[in-house]
């Protein structure tokens, strides 16, 4: 009678089994990561590096451009990438800056900001894509 009594307490405090479905629903619900798995065309900011500038990406599906001229070239589509106005790898910045979307405005300020900084600062990290930054050198804009 007393393992009776026992297993009744052992059912109320039990939980009800959990099937497959309802978890992958509840992970339906959850998720809010970001899918990598296919490129979307638009404008991203990336880091290329630890302790480098924030770099503006625009991204696209495409005809390629002649290096030299600019010219659209007769070759197969393809995605494309720049990075603040300058053609960059394509798999250099994606998937990293799938996380980072920006707008139009933002992604031109990134490239306004580096075509100032060649300029009036050539010496500091915004002037030249991938450089570290020295936050001690006179040579860095302050961030205001």
């Not at 970001?34 to 480098?52: H, N």
């Not at 979307?101 to 075509?115: G, H, I, K, N």
Request: net charge negative; aromatic share 10%; hydrophobic share 40%.
């Amino acid at each position: 009678m007393v393992a009776v009594d026992r297993i009744e307490v052992h059912r109320e405090m039990s939980r009800a089994p959990a099937t497959y479905a309802d978890a992958q629903a509840v992970m339906a619900r959850t998720f809010r990561g970001v899918d990598a798995s296919e490129p979307v065309a638009g404008f991203y900011k990336v880091r290329l590096g630890r302790d480098t500038i924030i770099l503006g990406v625009r991204l696209w599906f495409g005809p390629p451009h002649d290096p030299e001229t600019g010219e659209v070239m007769d070759r197969s589509w393809r995605w494309q990438a720049e990075a603040n106005g300058e053609p960059i790898d394509f798999d250099t910045v994606w998937p990293k800056c799938a996380g980072g979307p920006v707008t139009e405005a933002e992604y031109r300020s990134l490239v306004a900001r580096q075509a100032w900084a060649r300029e009036q600062a050539p010496d500091s990290a915004y002037a030249e894509r991938g450089r570290k930054i020295d936050r001690l050198s006179t040579n860095t804009p302050l961030p205001f």
